[in-house]
């Protein structure tokens, strides 16, 4: 546990030029935030919890649409789904999620980051008990659209809240083990569905599991204090007495500190304002100000991450993987849950790694060596499907390979580094742009992959998305900065 206040952070924030700061540097270890370990956990915990509830409805949609279809155990009269409407039920969450991260650009400033996670949970509860209890296959589409605007503010206001919350030294490991809660949402999904899934109306149940997370999510938020950031940013454009939401403030970073000294607390706090008085934060962020100056570069490097986090074929290779361990002949291949929970576990496994280093290696090294590992897999796995055909294990190593360094890089890290890069300013608007571009990517990589497969065939198609990947590692090492051990103030003014 850190026992030093942030005496020394001023200097950077007051520095007019970049070099000068870059040579103050050094200096940067010895201003630590003094934080309890013990109240640092339920700051990120009730949050993280949004990332679970995304997590568990994909792992449990891959159940609830083999058990919806089914003629025996659906427990309907109308499972015969069309695949337009099988692609609705498995889309629905992901429609009603860009349009949650669209809203959040509009109302994230004005809720807060504590109130948006708030109305989340409630759109959670309200989407997955209206999928459960559905009565015909309109409402069931109703729900999923519900349930994935909740994914849509989850997804936007958690990584804020807890990057604002957070102390800088476990910043990083705390935002990455949403990444990790994400995919203990799948695991957890894929056994619930495994369990479930020859059960008469099976689908309803797994649905109906996540309402209990939905409640504690929401109650748990209600407790949390507001992000003392919020709080000042919005005092400084005028939204509330200066004075007594600095004490609100200075409050509400006790409780997430814990042990920490009330007067290095209330330093902290006039260090935050002063760097929102540098910048020039009073002034409410207009809309041409995102594609602006540190916010367009921030812009840059949060879309562009999150960008080709998905156009590096994520879904697609997913997509394969049950036929690839089948070609292997693994026993349990036939059952695609059963598969779905073995790499459930590999992604768990991989992004615990992850969690463990990122704030000790850096955030660049974990994306240079993982994307470099993706681009091999890629590539392996398009000479599968051009040159050995006949040998199933280079499939079944590139997946593997594919799934731990996607899990070591691009899975945790980019989540990581759009809630660091942007101004507090822009931060909501520019976080939900970033998010948008997310599940937009993700959607036309799911969408125009069936399409692109029957134009150039397989083995092509994942070799486009290995280039795709090396133009990616690129970017990152031209464009993408290190923010391990910075302040989210140090970091602004970095940029």
Request: contains cysteine; charged residues 15%; glycine residues 10%.
């Amino acid at each position: 546990m850190a026992s030093k206040g942030e005496r020394d952070v001023e200097i950077h924030v007051s520095s007019p030029a970049p070099d000068d700061r870059d040579a103050a540097r050094p200096l940067l270890p010895a201003a630590c935030e003094a934080y309890s370990v013990s109240a640092a956990i339920l700051p990120f915990f009730f949050p993280a919890l949004g990332g679970l509830l995304y997590g568990y409805d994909i792992g449990a949609t891959s159940g609830a649409t083999i058990s919806l279809k089914s003629s025996t155990s659906s427990g309907t009269t109308w499972y015969d789904l069309s695949s337009v409407q099988t692609g609705l039920v498995v889309s629905g969450s992901l429609y009603g999620a860009l349009i949650g991260s669209a809203t959040a650009f509009t109302v994230a400033d004005f809720l807060g980051r504590r109130r948006e996670l708030v109305v989340s949970s409630i759109m959670y509860l309200v989407g997955a008990l209206l999928t459960a209890v559905a009565p015909n296959f309109l409402i069931m589409v109703v729900g999923r659209f519900l349930y994935g605007i909740g994914i849509g503010l989850a997804m936007h206001a958690a990584p804020m809240y807890i990057a604002e919350t957070a102390p800088s030294q476990i910043r990083g490991m705390l935002i990455s083990l949403k990444e990790f809660f994400i995919v203990l949402g799948m695991l957890l999904g894929y056994i619930v569905g495994n369990l479930f899934v020859e059960v008469i109306s099976g689908w309803r149940y797994m649905y109906a599991a996540s309402a209990p997370i939905c409640v504690i999510m929401g109650i748990g938020m209600c407790w949390l204090p507001c992000s003392p950031r919020w709080l000042l940013l919005c005092a400084t454009q005028g939204k509330g007495d200066l004075r007594e939401t600095k004490e609100n403030a200075t409050r509400c970073l006790c409780r997430l500190r814990g042990q920490a000294s009330p007067d290095l607390v209330s330093e902290q706090v006039n260090l935050i304002l002063e760097e929102l008085s540098y910048v020039g934060e009073e002034k409410k962020a207009g809309f041409s100000e995102i594609f602006q100056g540190k916010c367009l570069k921030a812009m840059i490097i949060g879309c562009g991450l999150v960008f080709f986090q998905q156009v590096t074929g994520q879904p697609s290779v997913l997509y394969y993987a049950a036929t690839i361990f089948q070609s292997a002949g693994f026993s349990g291949a036939s059952d695609a849950t059963r598969v779905s929970i073995l790499l459930g576990l590999l992604k768990l496994i991989m992004t615990g790694v992850a969690v463990l280093v990122v704030d000790k290696l850096g955030r660049r090294p974990l994306l240079i060596g993982g994307v470099s590992g993706i681009a091999v897999s890629l590539f392996l796995l398009s000479s599968y499907y051009t040159l050995f055909t006949g040998a199933p294990y280079v499939a079944v190593i590139a997946l593997l390979l594919y799934v731990g360094c996607y899990q070591l890089s691009f899975g945790p890290i980019g989540w990581l580094m759009i809630s660091e890069v942007f101004p507090l300013k822009l931060r909501g608007r520019g976080l939900s742009v970033a998010v948008l571009v997310n599940f937009a990517s993700n959607a036309l990589v799911t969408f125009a992959f069936s399409p692109l497969e029957d134009l150039i065939g397989t083995g092509v198609l994942f070799a486009s998305f290995g280039v795709i990947a090396v133009a990616s590692l690129a970017f990152i090492f031209c464009i993408v900065p290190e923010t391990k051990g910075l302040t989210l103030e140090e970091i602004e003014a970095k940029l």
